[in-house]
């Protein structure tokens, strides 16, 4: 299968390019890129130097001469007025960033910009990969959660579906600097992120409408609040979380680690920590997502921390692994290496 990466000169494009490279079921790989048309890829990025081909035009009939994968690693606002070329073409189109993930009103409000036209936001499916059903398998535009959603979805989800707790929580995430992009911008010069913990969007991260709204989908709960605030610390890959939620009365004494087994058994890149805590460096460069717990009995809260790589779970590994669910391969095509250490 041939697959083609647009935006492939950002920090998500280059992860797509690093995975896929050893894909199995990918025999062609052309990386597209509207500002760097032509440039050998290995003079943008040396450390693929053993890559000769170089970046190409976005030209949509040059592009596609079958069912190609469209990955789009762009900037929030161009795959909504892209990618509908590529699927009327017999494409499956991937999309990392915001564009589909969210319906129209939602979207203006929190990206504050136009969304895409109706009948293409209705088209896609929301690829959280452990918890999507069998119309993936069918989906010609999959939207591709965001880092943060990713993993706290994932640490929340099969509480959330229990009814193991209340549905209000308390999120604090921290991510390392690649999230930003690679776009120059003097609040991430070295130093301004050195020795510093920066929030930023207080109440306002695109991310939490997304949470709540496929916490509900996900879960069948009718009502779930999020008060999220996330942080940039000075590393340049890796994120985590840490939720707060309020158990119900009659749970507080259940096992939590059977209900996240029941849930993630046959999850290959769900590692669970009954007894310990994830670090963001234990899944550098990784497509897991590591969850631990405990329960203060003393608030009542418990206390879920996550973690992930995210550019990896958080961005290219999980579109990776949704797109092997829609061709039907197995998900850890291409995906089933350890973390990098030390």
Same mark, same amino acid.
């Given at each position: ?189 070295? &130093? ?87 670090? &963001? ?62």
């Amino acid at each position: 299968m041939k697959a083609v990466i647009i935006g492939a000169t950002g920090y998500g494009g280059l992860e797509l390019i690093r995975l896929l490279q050893s894909h199995p079921q990918i025999d062609a790989l052309s990386c597209v890129s509207t500002s760097q048309s032509g440039e050998a890829i290995a003079k943008i990025y040396p450390h693929l130097t053993h890559m000769k081909s170089r970046l190409e035009a976005l030209e949509i009939d040059q592009l596609v001469q079958g069912d190609e994968l469209i990955f789009f690693a762009t900037p929030h606002g161009v795959s909504s007025q892209l990618a509908p070329s590529f699927i009327e073409k017999g494409c499956v189109v991937i999309d990392l960033s915001g564009d589909f993930r969210l319906p129209g009103d939602e979207y203006r409000q929190w990206y504050q910009r136009e969304p895409a036209p109706p009948q293409w936001q209705k088209k896609s499916i929301y690829g959280l990969t452990e918890w999507v059903d069998d119309t993936i398998l069918d989906a010609s535009l999959i939207a591709n959660p965001g880092c943060f959603a990713t993993a706290s979805l994932l640490a929340i989800l099969p509480l959330l579906k229990h009814q193991l707790i209340e549905p209000r929580l308390v999120i604090d995430g921290k991510t390392g600097v690649s999230g930003a992009g690679r776009t120059a911008d003097a609040t991430f010069i070295f &130093s301004e992120l050195n020795e510093n913990i920066r929030p930023y969007r207080v109440v306002g991260h695109q991310h939490i409408p997304e949470m709540e709204r496929y916490a509900k989908l996900f879960s069948g709960q009718p009502e779930v609040l999020i008060t999220f605030t996330p942080h940039l610390v000075p590393m340049t890959r890796g994120m985590i979380v840490t939720i707060y939620a309020h158990v119900r009365p009659e749970y507080q004494a259940f096992d939590f680690n059977e209900v996240y087994q029941t849930y993630y058994e046959k999850s290959p890149f769900i590692r669970l920590f009954p007894n310990g805590f994830p670090q &963001s460096k234990h899944v550098q460069g990784s497509n897991f997502c590591d969850i631990g717990w405990s329960f203060d009995q003393r608030t009542n809260q418990l206390i879920i921390i996550a973690a992930i790589d995210n550019l990896v779970k958080g961005a290219a590994g999980q579109a990776i692994q949704n797109a092997n669910l829609r061709f039907g391969y197995p998900q850890e095509s291409g995906l089933l290496f350890s973390p990098l250490s030390p």
